[in-house]
């Protein structure tokens, strides 16, 4: 719970295979993928990746614990990253695979299903957007605009959803998106963007900030080229760069996911090396 940040409590258990019989297959133990959290707290994303197929299950929150409100296609086991957005009123669950972003209207979906309703809500992929084998994704709410940040190796997706259409056919055919290279992010030749993206609001503009860091292999680590933020024009979709870091040889190895965090009012980065 956010209520008292010094000591934060657990909200909540939720027992998806012991309480909600989501179905597993064999005696494995691990039933579930990448989690997201809407910034409300209100909503949750949670892939069931065993291999019954089912896909992202729409969880709500109610009463001190979160409702299984059903799942939404393709199969879990091939959900690389999650996220919830909002727009207006309306939540919006997004998933990302092989196949690109796939965008379902997670809003309804409140009453405690479980795996009743296999693969009932709908969903469908974002077509205009063009992003091959995307490694990572997260939502923002910036400049007036709900946004999903999506990256692949190369680039870096940047996809208004600000205007949904309706919870069926059509749902995103109104999102429109703008795409970076990890050169104009300001990134050496030869950055891969697999290893770090982030996206935040700047708690005083409302702008939208993009941070990334390039990498390449480095015998078994990931040895960092840079890490870049840049500010996106919310008219244009310009890049303004506001800042770069390098670091030094010998400690530049990457550890893992970055983050970008509004405080009082600045953003701050945050990554390990």
């Known amino acids: 719970s956010r209520a008292n940040p010094g000591a934060p409590t657990r909200t909540s258990i939720e027992d998806l295979l012991g309480t909600d019989r989501y179905p597993k297959n064999g005696d494995g133990q691990e039933r579930t ?8 707290g209100m909503r949750a994303l949670q892939p069931w990746t065993d ?8 969880m709500s929150y109610a009463g001190g614990n979160f409702l299984s409100g059903g799942d939404y296609p393709p199969a879990g086991y091939s959900i690389r990253g999650v996220a919830v957005g909002k727009a207006g009123a309306r939540y919006l669950g997004f998933s990302i695979s092989d196949q690109g ?3 379902a209207d997670i809003t309804d979906y409140t009453t405690d299903t479980g795996p009743s309703q296999q693969s009932a809500i709908y969903t469908e992929v974002i077509r205009n957007v063009g992003v091959s084998s995307p490694a990572g994704i997260t939502a923002v709410e910036a400049a007036g605009r709900s ?8 680039n870096v997706y940047v996809t208004d959803v600000s205007n949904p ?3 069926s056919s059509g749902l995103t055919a109104s999102f429109t998106s703008r795409s970076y290279t990890a050169t104009q992010l300001g990134l050496p030749s030869g950055s891969s963007l697999y290893f770090g993206v982030a996206a935040a609001r700047h708690p005083l503009t409302g702008d939208l900030y993009l941070l990334a860091e390039g990498g390449s292999l480095s015998g078994s680590n990931v040895a960092s080229k840079a890490v870049t933020l840049n500010r996106v024009d919310p008219s244009t979709g310009n890049l303004t760069r506001i800042g770069a870091y390098v670091p030094p040889t010998g400690e530049n190895y990457a550890q893992g996911q970055i983050v970008l965090i509004p405080l009082d009012t600045e953003v701050v980065a945050l990554f390990l090396e």
């Not at 993928?33 to 409300?40: E, H, K, N, Q, R």
């Not at 946004?147 to 692949?152: M, R, T």
């Open 101 to 103: 972003i796939h965008a």
């Open 165 to 167: 259409g309706p919870p």
């Open 33 to 40: 993928g990448p989690v997201a959290l809407s910034a409300d």
């Open 147 to 154: 946004y999903v940040v999506v990256w692949d190796p190369n």
């Open 51 to 58: 291999t019954a197929s089912f896909g992202t299950i729409a």
